[in-house]
């Protein structure tokens, strides 16, 4: 499974060459998506935002008819994000864009006229991040006059495949045995996101916190007995962060580039890799679900009906 991280370069690539349909100017944004669908929502807070952004990882959507709605789900069936699209529709938005590979969202999207971006099919959602955050980041560029370097997305991982490699097999090695909690400031999404990535190929416990706000708190944990099953593993962005790690004797993991898209592309590439590699040290099928697709079709049928 590896493999499929191993292919990112190619996906960002594919994804940058991919023709984007038309894309009006947008005074406001809002992203519907929710799991690997909604992590890529989440990262783009990292950029610079030139215009109003809202983010919705739920069915609970407030939106107005001002606001150009992005609305993405890989499967095109997931419940929270077509209740958030319907719920859109209703309070008079005209301009959705869908990112999906199929599904009933799809078909809304073709009814509609909505724009539409398709993804490739016969993968699990979170091993599509470089497609969807790609599109994003050209929709961005489109609908807001931005010029943000989509290849940057492609040169944060071909720059320095081998060492993002090799920092991914270190930080395996020391989860193995503990319970990794991932600390970020600035850079938070990345820490959820390698939380999530150990928690789904891995099916492994993980969880991220948010520094400076856990040096008033969550740290004093290291310094019980308990604090023993935890690993600290800190992305740091500032001088803070830094000592926050030599105090709790945290793992680091440095953003290689300046950056912020070679670093977003990078450091994903790391949690990735790392969590399949987790996922092999522990006899572990990572691409395989098993309770998460159950609890999918059991909000569908309380959302949707069925």
Same mark, same amino acid.
């Given at each position: 499974?590896?493999?499929?991280?191993?292919?990112?370069?190619?996906?960002?690539?594919?994804?940058?060459?991919?023709?984007?349909?038309?894309?009006?100017?947008?005074?406001?944004?809002?992203?519907?998506?929710?799991?690997?669908?909604?992590?890529?929502?989440?990262?783009?807070?990292?950029?610079?935002?030139?215009?109003?952004?809202?983010?919705?990882?739920?069915?609970?959507?407030?939106?107005?008819?001002?606001?150009?709605?992005?609305?993405?789900?890989?499967?095109?069936?997931?419940?929270?994000?077509?209740?958030?699209?319907?719920?859109?529709?209703?309070?008079?938005?005209?301009?959705?864009?869908?990112?999906?590979?199929?599904?009933?969202?799809?078909?809304?999207?073709?009814?509609?006229?909505?724009?539409?971006?398709?993804?490739?099919?016969?993968?699990?959602?979170?091993?599509?991040?470089?497609?969807?955050?790609?599109?994003?980041?050209?929709?961005?560029? $489109?609908?807001?006059?931005?010029?943000?370097?989509?290849?940057?997305?492609? *040169?944060?991982?071909?720059?320095?495949?081998?060492?993002?490699?090799?920092?991914?097999?270190?930080?395996?090695?020391?989860?193995?045995?503990?319970?990794?909690?991932?600390?970020?400031?600035?850079?938070?999404?990345?820490?959820?996101?390698?939380?999530?990535?150990?928690?789904?190929?891995?099916?492994?416990?993980?969880?991220?916190? $948010?520094?400076?706000?856990?040096?008033?708190?969550?740290?004093?944990?290291?310094?019980? $007995?308990?604090?023993?099953?935890?690993?600290?593993?800190?992305?740091?962005? *500032?001088?803070? *962060?830094?000592?926050?790690?030599?105090?709790?004797?945290?793992?680091?993991?440095?953003?290689?580039?300046?950056?912020?898209?070679?670093?977003?592309?990078?450091?994903?590439?790391?949690?990735?890799?790392?969590?399949?590699?987790?996922?092999?040290?522990?006899?572990?099928?990572?691409?395989?679900?098993?309770?998460?697709?159950?609890?999918?079709?059991?909000?569908?049928?309380?959302?949707?009906?069925?």
């Amino acid at each position: 499974m590896s493999n499929v991280y191993e292919r990112w370069k190619e996906f960002y690539e594919d994804a940058i060459s991919r023709d984007i349909p038309g894309v009006k100017t947008a005074e406001k944004i809002a992203y519907f998506g929710i799991g690997g669908s909604g992590i890529p929502g989440e990262v783009l807070k990292l950029l610079d935002l030139p215009v109003e952004y809202k983010l919705f990882r739920s069915y609970k959507v407030n939106v107005d008819s001002k606001t150009t709605v992005v609305a993405v789900s890989y499967s095109g069936n997931t419940a929270e994000t077509l209740a958030g699209v319907k719920r859109a529709q209703e309070l008079g938005v005209k301009e959705i864009i869908v990112i999906t590979s199929g599904g009933k969202l799809k078909e809304i999207a073709e009814s509609k006229g909505y724009p539409l971006l398709s993804l490739p099919q016969g993968y699990q959602t979170r091993f599509i991040f470089p497609y969807i955050f790609t599109y994003l980041v050209r929709i961005l560029n $489109q609908s807001t006059g931005s010029n943000y370097r989509v290849q940057d997305l492609v *040169d944060g991982i071909q720059d320095n495949f081998t060492m993002l490699s090799e920092v991914s097999t270190r930080i395996a090695n020391r989860i193995t045995g503990k319970v990794p909690i991932f600390y970020a400031s600035d850079l938070l999404p990345i820490a959820e996101r390698f939380k999530q990535e150990v928690n789904e190929n891995a099916k492994y416990p993980a969880f991220f916190s $948010q520094l400076p706000e856990a040096n008033h708190n969550e740290i004093e944990l290291y310094s019980s $007995q308990q604090g023993n099953q935890f690993i600290p593993i800190v992305i740091p962005s *500032d001088k803070i *962060d830094e000592a926050t790690a030599s105090l709790i004797n945290a793992e680091l993991i440095y953003p290689p580039y300046k950056s912020i898209l070679k670093n977003i592309s990078g450091m994903f590439l790391i949690a990735g890799l790392a969590s399949v590699k987790l996922a092999s040290q522990l006899n572990i099928k990572a691409e395989e679900l098993r309770i998460i697709p159950k609890i999918r079709e059991r909000t569908h049928n309380l959302l949707m009906g069925g």
